[in-house]
Structures are given as structure tokens and as C-alpha cells.
């Protein structure tokens, strides 16, 4: 009767806790759908409930807040199995040069994957500042490693510190530089992955060359 006991309360426990992976997915969904149709201001969480078909409180039980389901949703695309393939590709990159392009390729992808979030940087102030400051550590870290890698095959300008090739290349692949590029210029998404590659090299790197 023991072993039947605890076998049960696990059941209970494996269904509650696909419930709340139900809820929380539904959610996440709902609030993607209105941050792109409405904007991240405009959403509201009652709006958000309703779609998910879920209650307001169910909803600040589950995330606290309307800037932590966008940080959410930040977060599930930055841990998707789209960017781990990303970080495998950059990974397995040898030539200096590639390492910089798939990692442009990388922002532009994701940039554009998240747009219903991150299209809205205007409007990343107040309760949603939090969230624009991690994204950018995060992205700081990323680069800190790439370019400890770029320095590790001799590739850096000799006349940069490692932490200024970090500066320059973290200021480089902030999402404001893709929305003047994509949105305010026009270009197109390989317009941005190509200039973004370029200047990268022209900007960290020792003697940058274009591969034809």
C-alpha cells in the first residue's frame, strides 16, 4: 500500500506539472500573438488571459508580471533548439572570418525570430528595462567568449585590448543597429548579415579579408 501511495502522488504530481507547462505555454503564445498584432505597451494582462483563456491572476501566479512573459518569451527563443544549432555552428567554425559570420547570421536570426518582442525597443523602458539590460549581458557574455576564441588564433588588431574588441563588437550587434538597419534603411536581412560581417572584421580583427 506504501509503494501504491507514493506511486500515486507521483502521478498527481506529473499531471500537475504538465497543467502548469499546459498554462504557461498557452500563455507565452497568447502574449507573442498580441506583443506582434498590439504592441508590448498596449498588451495588457487581461488581454493576455483571454486569449490564453486562463485568469489574470493565473497569469501573475505563473510570471509575476507582464515584462517577465516577454522576458520569458526572450528566453525560451535565446534556449530553442534553433539556437542551439547556432551555437554549435559557431562553435565548429575555425577561420576567424567564419567564426564572425555565422555569429552575425546568428544575430540576424534571432533579431528576426523575436521581432514580436524586440521589435518594440522603443518602448523597452519602465517595468521592461530589466529585461533589455539582461539581454544585453548575456549577449556581452556570448561575445566575451567569441572573442577570447578570435584571440586565441592570434586574430585580434594588435593595437586592441581584448575588452575594447568586446566593446565594439557588443555595440556592433545591439538590436537597435538591426532596426535602423532593416526598418529605418530598408534592408533586406542579408544586406544586414553581410554589412554586420564586414565591419565586424573591420573592427576586431588583425588583417580582415573578404572571402569571394
Not at 504538465?18 to 498596449?42: K, N, P, Q, V, Y
Not at 534556449?79 to 547570421?105: C, D
Not at 533589455?132 to 556570448?142: K, L, Q, T, V
Not at 532596426?179 to 534603411?185: D, H, Y
Request: glycine share 6%; net charge neutral; with cysteine.
Amino acid at each position: 500500500m506504501k509503494k501504491q501511495g507514493v506511486a500515486t502522488r507521483r502521478y498527481r504530481s506529473g499531471v500537475r506539472e504538465s497543467r502548469a507547462a499546459h498554462t504557461r505555454r498557452a500563455i507565452l503564445d497568447a502574449a507573442s500573438e498580441l506583443f506582434e498584432s498590439g504592441g508590448f505597451s498596449a498588451t495588457t494582462i487581461a488581454s493576455i488571459a483571454a486569449r490564453a483563456d486562463v485568469s489574470a491572476p493565473t497569469i501573475y501566479a505563473t510570471f509575476g508580471s507582464k515584462a517577465n512573459v516577454a522576458r520569458a518569451i526572450v528566453e525560451q527563443m535565446e534556449e530553442s533548439s534553433a539556437a542551439s544549432i547556432w551555437r554549435e555552428r559557431i562553435a565548429s567554425e575555425r577561420r576567424p572570418t567564419a567564426i564572425l559570420g555565422a555569429f552575425a547570421e546568428w544575430t540576424a536570426a534571432f533579431f528576426s525570430a523575436s521581432m514580436p518582442t524586440l521589435s518594440l525597443a522603443s518602448e523597452l523602458t519602465g517595468e521592461a528595462s530589466d529585461m533589455a539590460a539582461e539581454g544585453n549581458a548575456r549577449r556581452r557574455a556570448a561575445l566575451s567568449s567569441l572573442v577570447d576564441r578570435l584571440a586565441e588564433h592570434g586574430a585580434l588588431r594588435h593595437d586592441l585590448a581584448r575588452a575594447e574588441a568586446v566593446d565594439r563588437a557588443w555595440m556592433l550587434t545591439g538590436i537597435e543597429m538591426y532596426l535602423n538597419a532593416v526598418q529605418e534603411c530598408g534592408w533586406s536581412t542579408a544586406t544586414y548579415v553581410s554589412w554586420l560581417s564586414e565591419t565586424l572584421e573591420q573592427q576586431i580583427l588583425q588583417t580582415p579579408t573578404r572571402k569571394p
